[in-house]
T-cell receptor, first 114, second 113 residues
Framework: AQSVTQLDSQVPVFEEAPVELRCNYSSSVSVYLFWYVQYPNQGLQLLLKYLSGSTLVKGINGFEAEFNKSQTSFHLRKPSVHISDTAEYFC????????????FGQGTILTVHP | EPEVTQTPSHQVTQMGQEVILRCVPISNHLYFYWYRQILGQKVEFLVSFYNNEISEKSEIFDDQFSVERPDGSNFTLKIRSTKLEDSAMYFCASLGTANTEAFFGQGTRLTVV
């Protein structure tokens, strides 16, 4: 079984500031890692994913994440946020045998202030 | 761009009533999923469906729940006798054989009164 912990439920930040949203996971098997974003009144949209290879992955809208196996973390970063990045962000893992059966963290609400 | 669509966006039902949530997955996808998110809680996996049968289900997915692909395009989640605690946002997702991530619909907010 897998579990995911997002360490911050809410992150307020000013526009153009950097941001890091933290995610830790536990699993007895190898996993794939994902970050999804949910804008108000919309569905879950994939930001980025780690399947294998380079531990630094880049996604849409200038986001990136780094997989750290020893620390079982997959933190999401953006060097300069925009007002439009205000949304809820979900970290998720799936077992290495399936891309679709996801275990989600509780979500982090990112609020970007002008 | 292809997308997963869910209807209705919001449904209110009385406790004890049957409800059917509908999803149209992306057309060439073969793997289908339902998730739910109770307000303030995590998004939780309910069930996966492949080749016209359930491939995996969670503890939440008890006898009150069922899924069906009644035709070549729709994927439905039925709750036979709704309870207050079934109130949640329900997400449908689909995955193609060439994909490495699931695509989610915008969700159906179910309110049981």
């Amino acid at each position: 079984a897998q579990s995911v912990t997002q360490l911050d439920s809410q992150v307020p930040v000013f526009e153009e500031a950097p941001v890091e949203l933290r995610c830790n996971y536990s699993s007895s098997v190898s996993v794939y890692l994902f970050w999804y974003v949910q804008y108000p009144n919309q569905g879950l949209q994939l930001l980025l994913k780690y399947l294998s290879g380079s531990t630094l992955v880049k996604g849409i809208n200038g986001f990136e994440a780094e997989f750290n196996k020893s620390q079982t973390s997959f933190h999401l970063r953006k060097p300069s946020v925009h007002i439009s990045d205000t949304a809820e962000y979900f970290c998720a893992v799936s077992p290495g045998t399936s891309y679709g059966k996801l275990t989600f963290g509780q979500g982090t609400i990112l609020t970007v202030h002008p | 761009e292809p997308e997963v669509t869910q209807t209705p966006s919001h449904q209110v039902t009385q406790m004890g009533q049957e409800v059917i949530l509908r999803c149209v997955p992306i057309s060439n996808h073969l793997y289908f999923y339902w998730y739910r998110q109770i307000l303030g809680q995590k998004v939780e996996f309910l069930v996966s469906f492949y080749n016209n049968e359930i491939s995996e289900k969670s503890e939440i997915f008890d006898d009150q729940f069922s899924v069906e692909r009644p035709d070549g395009s729709n994927f439905t989640l039925k709750i036979r006798s709704t309870k207050l605690e079934d109130s949640a946002m329900y997400f449908c997702a689909s995955l193609g054989t060439a994909n490495t991530e699931a695509f989610f619909g915008q969700g159906t907010r179910l309110t049981v009164v």
